[in-house]
């Protein structure tokens, strides 16, 4: 089966410019999504097909796809940012989750 | 403003089967732009996608959870449903409905508050 790799946790200071990564085989020939959740809450739609942001998402959130790394990329990171953030891909007609990152702002 | 809500038992007893339903208000499920699925967070960990289901009525279900899900439709309540069979501890989580585009790479940009379902005796 398809698996996506995140690392468990990544650290950023305010005002500065986190990445997280979500590394798969040949990921870039598949659509990428971000998911961004905060403690209690459902998770939010950050990032569709690789590199759009959905309606109310702020610009500081950017994706990109190639090779085999996906990759969210926040700039001018902000305290409300901290959360935890999950790729999520497609592989024959299944959803393939990612297993979420941990971001702390620091 | 599409709104998802799920509901059901929130306790369920080892060997039971789970039975939650999804009602779709704003937005209608016999849509053919959209799948609606389900997916689960177990306490503390990662999303898992459990299925989705079509309009049309065909499912896509995850492999290592295919032989106990099955995802149905009902049209008139605008609701989608979930069951799945022969629980056991490890299939206590919050569970989530949620809608997906059909167009590739879209994702799901509507999801319900969740439901927490603890299975206990």
């Known amino acids: 089966s398809y698996e996506l790799t995140q690392p468990p946790s990544v650290s950023v200071s305010p005002g500065q410019t986190a990445s997280i990564t979500c590394s798969g085989d040949k990921l870039e020939d598949k659509y990428v999504c971000w998911y961004q959740q905060k403690p209690g809450q459902s998770p939010v739609l950050v990032i569709y097909?690789?590199?759009k942001r959905p309606s109310g998402i702020p610009e500081r959130f950017s994706g990109s796809n190639s090779g085999n790394t996906a990759t969210l990329t926040i700039s001018g990171t902000q305290a409300m940012d901290e959360a935890d953030y999950y790729c999520q891909a497609w592989d024959s007609s299944t959803v393939v989750f990612g297993g979420g990152t941990k971001l702390t702002v620091l | 403003q599409l709104q998802l809500q799920e509901s059901g038992p929130g306790l369920v007893k080892p060997s039971e089967t789970l039975s939650l339903a999804c009602t779709v208000s704003g937005g209608s499920i016999s849509s053919s732009s959209y799948y609606w699925g389900w997916i689960r967070q177990p306490p503390g960990k990662g999303l898992e996608w459990i299925g989705s289901?079509?309009?049309?009525?065909?499912?896509y279900y995850n492999p290592s959870l295919k032989s106990r899900v099955t995802i149905s439709g009902d049209t008139p309540k605008n609701q989608f449903s979930l069951k799945l069979s022969s629980v056991t501890a490890a299939d206590t989580a919050v569970y989530y409905c949620?809608?997906?585009?059909?167009?590739?790479?879209?994702?799901?940009?509507?999801w319900g508050q969740g439901t927490l379902v603890t299975v206990s005796s």
């Open positions: 289901i079509y309009y049309s009525g065909s499912t």
């Open positions: 949620a809608r997906d585009g059909t167009a590739a790479g879209q994702g799901f940009d509507y």
């Open positions: 097909q690789d590199t």
